[in-house]
């Protein structure tokens, strides 16, 4: 049950050199564990009102993830009091994905940097990686409070993303009380695999499949299939369009129980100040009215440049907390200039000659236009100033 929690490393976030990005395989048994823990079904007797446990333990722990630790932890689409984003943030951690801060600052660092080198889970590294590889690995294990400081000055907030665990097992010893063997293997323990790659999907095929409705400077994609499972979350390409949208779909039939929830709280007054899709700019930068589609056109020249052996996949220095974005835009991280010969191939004094040399020349045609258009993707990427120590709507603290 504690296979994704982690503890809070005051102002680090583990950013190693060299094999950063390994998996650790140790720390990764519980998660494992994890999965094979339903089978024990087959030893146990199992009700229907275990399975009614498991849907609703689904549906429940699901919208603590999409209502609390995005649209409200990680982007700040609406408002809450201090008591109800205690609440939210301890229903997020009986998810089994690590704590409040830990989720929303990765988020945040995915949405600075998508599809790009500092992207912490971009498909571009491979499917496996986006879907759940970037959690096992050793590189992203601590919360780094600089990446969320408007919520990270709140010491309840702190002590449930260090102590992450505390609401699995709490939650866990209920299913067995509740419903027994049984409840805890269907309950709780199916009911949290399920959810785990509900939630995975959003990173990895919200990427790879679906449709693009707007001219992100990423891949995203709105898919009915992850948005049915993840209650609203499928809609990706809306939301990368406009992050701070607490609706994510803007359709009447784009379904979003997420954003239907928070409406009916927002009657109840537990929520407020719920954050719409601005009308003028609904139906601008779509794809299908001829607007540059950036993102897609970076994802094919990259494919062409790993063909080459050029580009991706060659390490860098990846973005640090608070570093200041490179000129041009937010989101990128500028790259060396290319190397392109001075003269053509075979001429007097090019020190290659033969077959290689149209190899070289295409190599330093390819990294010209990815630079290019990681340019214009950084200056395309909507940006906004960092958030005030204040997290929005949350009462100032105490004396």
Same mark, same amino acid.
């Given at each position: 049950?504690?296979?994704?929690?982690?503890? %809070?490393?005051?102002?680090? +976030?583990?950013?190693?050199?060299?094999?950063?990005?390994?998996? =650790?395989?140790?720390?990764?048994?519980? *998660?494992?564990?994890?999965?094979?823990?339903?089978?024990?079904?087959?030893?146990? %007797?199992?009700?229907?009102?275990?399975?009614?446990?498991?849907?609703?333990?689904?549906?429940?722990?699901?919208?603590?993830?999409?209502?609390?630790?995005?649209?409200?932890?990680?982007?700040?689409?609406?408002?809450?009091?201090?008591?109800?984003?205690?609440?939210?943030?301890?229903?997020?951690?009986?998810?089994?994905?690590?704590?409040?801060?830990?989720?929303?600052?990765?988020?945040?660092?995915?949405?600075?940097?998508?599809?790009?080198?500092?992207?912490?889970?971009?498909?571009?590294?491979?499917?496996?990686?986006?879907?759940?590889?970037?959690?096992?690995?050793?590189?992203?294990?601590?919360? =780094? &409070?600089? =990446?969320?400081?408007?919520?990270?000055?709140?010491?309840?907030?702190?002590?449930?993303?260090?102590?992450?665990?505390?609401?699995?097992?709490?939650?866990?010893?209920?299913?067995?009380?509740?419903?027994?063997?049984?409840?805890?293997?269907?309950?709780?323990?199916?009911?949290?695999?399920?959810?785990?790659?509900?939630? *995975?999907?959003?990173?990895?095929?919200?990427?790879?499949?679906?449709?693009?409705?707007?001219?992100?400077?990423?891949? @995203?994609?709105? @898919? *009915?299939?992850?948005?049915?499972? %993840?209650?609203?979350?499928?809609?990706?390409?809306?939301?990368?369009?406009?992050?701070?949208?607490?609706?994510?779909?803007?359709?009447?039939?784009?379904?979003?129980?997420?954003?239907? +929830?928070?409406?009916?709280?927002?009657?109840?007054?537990?929520?407020?100040?719920?954050?719409?899709?601005?009308?003028?700019?609904?139906?601008?930068?779509?794809?299908?009215?001829?607007?540059?589609?950036?993102?897609?056109?970076?994802?094919?020249?990259? /494919?062409?440049?790993?063909?080459?052996?050029?580009?991706?996949?060659?390490?860098?220095?990846?973005?640090?907390?608070?570093?200041?974005?490179?000129?041009?835009?937010?989101?990128?991280?500028? /790259?060396?200039?290319?190397?392109?010969?001075?003269?053509?191939?075979?001429?007097?004094?090019?020190?290659?000659?033969?077959?290689?040399?149209?190899? @070289?020349?295409?190599?330093?045609?390819?990294? /010209?236009?990815?630079?290019?258009?990681?340019?214009?993707?950084?200056?395309?990427?909507?940006?906004?100033?960092? &958030? @005030?120590?204040?997290?929005?709507?949350?009462?100032?603290?105490?004396?």
């Amino acid at each position: 049950m504690t296979s994704l929690d982690t503890a %809070t490393t005051a102002g680090s +976030t583990v950013r190693e050199e060299g094999r950063a990005d390994r998996t =650790d395989w140790v720390s990764a048994i519980p *998660f494992f564990a994890v999965h094979l823990a339903p089978l024990a079904a087959f030893f146990v %007797t199992v009700t229907w009102e275990d399975w009614v446990l498991c849907a609703v333990l689904y549906v429940v722990r699901m919208f603590f993830i999409t209502a609390g630790y995005h649209r409200y932890f990680s982007h700040r689409s609406f408002r809450m009091n201090r008591t109800f984003q205690f609440l939210m943030a301890f229903g997020g951690t009986t998810a089994v994905q690590k704590g409040p801060l830990w989720w929303a600052g990765h988020h945040r660092i995915h949405h600075r940097f998508t599809d790009l080198d500092g992207d912490v889970h971009s498909p571009r590294d491979g499917l496996w990686w986006s879907h759940v590889g970037w959690i096992l690995s050793t590189k992203y294990k601590a919360t =780094d &409070p600089d =990446d969320i400081r408007d919520f990270a000055r709140y010491p309840e907030l702190r002590f449930l993303d260090r102590f992450s665990w505390i609401g699995p097992w709490l939650l866990a010893l209920g299913c067995l009380a509740v419903g027994g063997w049984g409840g805890l293997v269907i309950g709780f323990f199916l009911s949290t695999v399920l959810l785990w790659h509900g939630t *995975f999907l959003v990173n990895s095929m919200a990427h790879i499949v679906g449709k693009r409705r707007y001219a992100t400077p990423d891949t @995203s994609r709105n @898919s *009915f299939f992850v948005a049915l499972v %993840t209650g609203g979350e499928g809609w990706h390409n809306n939301h990368h369009y406009l992050p701070s949208s607490v609706r994510q779909g803007f359709r009447w039939w784009e379904i979003d129980p997420t954003w239907y +929830t928070l409406r009916a709280l927002a009657v109840l007054h537990v929520v407020r100040d719920l954050k719409s899709p601005p009308v003028r700019l609904i139906d601008q930068a779509r794809v299908r009215d001829g607007a540059f589609d950036i993102g897609m056109f970076r994802s094919y020249w990259e /494919r062409a440049a790993k063909l080459t052996g050029n580009r991706p996949g060659v390490p860098g220095p990846q973005p640090q907390a608070g570093d200041a974005p490179p000129e041009g835009g937010a989101g990128g991280l500028l /790259r060396p200039e290319p190397s392109i010969p001075d003269r053509a191939p075979g001429e007097a004094g090019d020190p290659a000659v033969g077959v290689s040399d149209g190899v @070289s020349v295409l190599q330093a045609l390819i990294t /010209r236009a990815m630079e290019s258009a990681d340019q214009l993707a950084r200056a395309t990427r909507r940006t906004k100033p960092p &958030p @005030s120590v204040e997290p929005a709507g949350s009462l100032p603290p105490p004396s």
